[in-house]
């Protein structure tokens, strides 16, 4: 069940925003411009617009849906180990990061009341050890838990074909969360574009730059701000958007409401990522718009796959925040010919 923040946690009472109340919160609070160069943006289009692809993401019903976490994880990120195999789920949707390794818990679990209609499993991601297995650091790390898009369908997507991806994610109360500020959940995606790119040459390991493909993580995370260590009044949590042209996040809606919530991003044919967000599993409407991007000046021109970060503070006592997820779909509003969609949404994620 969501509870309201302002009233059971102490959060400040605020509304559900409007696209418009959002953007101007975004571009008059940061200084900034919602979409960078209006005139270089095509219009948003909204997540879930078109056909779900066949094939991809999970909806977690099947109850022997398992997950086979191949341990220890990766953490190339951290000292440039992968720690191969990767974890893998048993109906080859999901895998383990490569860079960063997985959560500790990946189990399927029954839905949390509010839930979709009908929804009767969902997915609980969970970290204690988010950095080297058996070695913690005392600072935050993150997991990851990637969707086997790509290598499923044996190619990329397209940003001409304007992917999207939405998702449910379920906020439990703000007293069962990991005691740290700082991010705790992340919902992102992988993009590539082509950039100036650093590569190794000759024998000697030097490196130059030259034009090449650039993958890059655009998307929103869940920031808490602890009032035990911020000494403010309150509580605080904000979804924070990854991120503008100069490559720094943002503040994006505050969150006021725990329980479930619908996030969703697509990516137009000008290579601009578009992010939403909106308390409750209704499909999300074009009041849910946050805002509009070219994340580190880049534009996308093809779309991989998305991801889940987990984050824990990795002192190997406390566990983060126990986050569950449900129906992830991927969707095309042009798809490519020959690729294999859903033409009626699935009663499970649609009213």
Not at 102 to 121: A, Y
Not at 296 to 308: H, K, L, N, S
Request: a positive charge; one cysteine or more.
């Amino acid at each position: 069940m969501s509870l309201t923040l302002c009233v059971q946690h102490s959060f400040c009472r605020a509304a559900k925003w409007s696209a418009r109340r959002a953007a101007i919160v975004a571009a008059i609070g940061l200084g900034m411009t919602v979409v960078g160069n209006p005139a270089d943006a095509q219009r948003p289009v909204l997540p879930g617009t078109g056909s779900e692809i066949v094939g991809v993401a999970d909806d977690f019903e099947d109850p022997n849906w398992g997950y086979v976490p191949n341990n220890p994880k990766s953490t190339e990120d951290i000292d440039e180990n992968q720690r191969q195999p990767l974890g893998k789920s048993t109906n080859g949707r999901w895998y383990e990061g490569i860079k960063r390794g997985h959560p500790d818990v990946v189990k399927r679990v029954d839905t949390p009341k509010g839930g979709l209609p009908g929804s009767k499993g969902s997915l609980l991601l969970q970290s204690k050890m988010t950095g080297i297995p058996g070695r913690p650091e005392g600072k935050m790390h993150q997991d990851d838990f990637i969707c086997n898009v790509q290598y499923r369908l044996k190619r990329r997507l397209s940003v001409s074909e304007v992917p999207s991806v939405t998702t449910r994610v379920f906020l439990p109360p703000v007293d069962q969360w990991e005691d740290r500020s700082g991010p705790h959940f992340g919902f992102r995606l992988a993009l590539e574009t082509t950039a100036m790119v650093e590569k190794e040459t000759g024998f000697f390991g030097m490196k130059r730059e030259e034009m090449g493909n650039e993958i890059y993580w655009p998307g929103m995370f869940l920031e808490f701000e602890n009032k035990s260590q911020t000494g403010k009044p309150h509580d605080y949590a904000y979804w924070r958007i990854r991120s503008n042209r100069r490559g720094a996040d943002f503040r994006g809606p505050q969150v006021t409401t725990t329980g479930w919530w619908t996030l969703g991003m697509s990516v137009t044919p000008d290579g601009m990522v578009h992010y939403y967000a909106s308390p409750g599993v209704d499909d999300l409407t074009e009041d849910d718009y946050i805002t509009s991007q070219f994340p580190y000046d880049y534009r996308a021109e093809r779309f991989r796959t998305f991801f889940y970060n987990v984050c824990s503070a990795d002192n190997g006592r406390n566990w983060s925040t126990a986050f569950i997820v449900d129906d992830p779909k991927v969707f095309v509003l042009r798809p490519r010919g020959g690729q294999r969609v859903a033409r009626t949404p699935s009663s499970k994620s649609r009213r």
